[in-house]
């Protein structure tokens, strides 16, 4: 496909406007730039063109099944689309007077209380950016909540199977990660955390639905170890997916908890693309919340910063709003009900997949699985094959691939998490690629080595796309 450089003419032009009566001005030279802009220049039904080829090279849940664990890749409706491009939503102005935005204030407000009562904690700060940006403002809490009480404790719990934000998130806070080993079930050695919960660590990092995707049934005593000991306990909301309507952190005593409004409210991410990861906690953390804070007097909301105590900003205004109202229309749309349909049906999904793939892949921990589970490829070693074989196999039919190498404890492992909003058919379709991809690594192994066949780009050299990155094009 050519660049839009190359497919570029000279004096062509994308619009078509009459000739204006404005006098022309004199520029002072030196403000004058020395060479044209080299803009390409195009028609507009080939801007169009290239474009929307463009979107077609890439993957996209759009396009088909996406698969990728720990991500939750979910379908975002098109009427989040809608409202959000309303203009008293997306022309708003943040320094604009509160008088003048009580719908948006309104919204960030309910959004929260809506958040709240999905988790029940008390208060509630919608700022943060993302999901790791929420871990590092609650662990940031964490060490006001202590250096309030005059305490110096240096450490934070994190299990091995921790997506790699949680150590990141410690160390950026000012603590140190300690590395808490799983069980052979996959889950929280609780005697292992007994030993090392002592006075010298703040508290635990806690992933429930773990990464491996199955649920930690001894998540109140694990909080109640930590809360004997004076610590606090944070949940990693990523997977709220497999909780919704379900159960409540809040009830498991966890202390603080974020929210990936990108994964779990629908909001399309990837690429780096705008997310938000409000954090909810409870009472005893909620004067070191970030400001400012929405509060509803009557029916007026008005942002509040008198908080002496708060860690401070840590987003400019008050975050990413219009993923906020994607997240407010998905939650309005799909009422009570929904959400326990949305965390049944997740489950089932994943299950069905890890069920039908059992026996062809390698399953480490066969314990029925929550929204995501994870397979390895480990039994493919003998036919030369790795996992990343089988992730660059799956893109010659039109899937993406699932996560793969993670979590660290599973060697070879593809993390699959289908969510809620895939139709049987698809989750079909995608069982019978993976076996039949099982098959090729037996009879024709080279056809796994070698993939992908049919997409816009073979194989890549993925360490050199690291170390070299180029994003601008040279003729
Ligand atoms: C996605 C994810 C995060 C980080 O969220 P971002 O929005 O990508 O920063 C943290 N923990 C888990 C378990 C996740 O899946």
Redesign the pocket.
Known sequence: METIREISKPGRKGYSLPGHDIPGVDIDPKWKRKRSAELPEVSEPQIIRHFVTLSGLNHHVDKDFYPLG???MKYNPKINEETCRMKGFAMVHPLQPEHTVQGALQLMYELGEYLKNIVNLDAITLQPA????G?FTAISMFRTYFRNKNEARQYILVPDS??G??PASVNFSGFKPITLPSNEHGLVDVEKLRELMTDEVAGLML?NPN?LGLFEKSAQEVTSIVHDKGGLVYL?G??LNALLGICRPGDMGFDAVHF?L??TFSTP?GGGGP?A?PVAVTKILSPFLPVPLIVRSDDTYTLFYDLPHSVGKVQTFYGNFLVMVRAYTFLRMIGDQGLKDISKSAILNANYIIQSLKDDYYLKYPSFCMHEGVLSGKNLRDHGIKTLDVAKRLLDFGLHAPTVYFPLIVSEALMIEPTESESIETLDRFIAVMKQIRTEAEKDPEILKTAPHDTPVRRLDEVKAIKELKVTWKT
């Open positions: 720990s991500c939750t993302a999901g790791a940006h871990e921790a997506h934000t949680n992933t990464t990693d990523a997977n990936n990108h994964k991410h997310g990861g």
